[in-house]
């Protein structure tokens, strides 16, 4: 399921800028999926020899910044519980 979701974000991101834009709000945030993602993005389009555009570049050098093991996690930001999350889920439906 993952490795759907990752082709799925990568496509997304790979269509506009502005997604991409979005997609590294999302890796930001800690979605490690969306991490991925533009990580995968940016080594196809250094493959092929493509620009990376804004998004991607400043994603490139936030990971050679903070290093291999950022995986876009905020340490900050608390995980919320199975309960908690079942009932935003049952209320925004």
């Known amino acids: 399921m993952h490795a759907t979701l990752r082709q799925m974000l990568k496509e997304v991101a790979d269509q506009h800028e502005r997604n991409a834009a979005h997609m590294l709000d999302l890796a930001l945030a800690g979605a490690e999926d969306a991490h991925e993602a533009l990580v995968d993005l ?4 250094n493959v092929r020899g493509e620009a990376l555009g804004p998004a991607l570049s400043t ?8 290093g291999r093991g950022f995986a876009g ?5 608390a995980r919320t519980s199975w309960p908690t999350s079942s009932s935003f889920a049952c209320c925004s439906i």
């Open 73 to 77: 996690r905020m340490r900050a930001r």
């Open 59 to 66: 994603y490139a050098r936030i990971l050679a910044d903070r």
């Open 42 to 45: 940016i080594a196809e389009r």
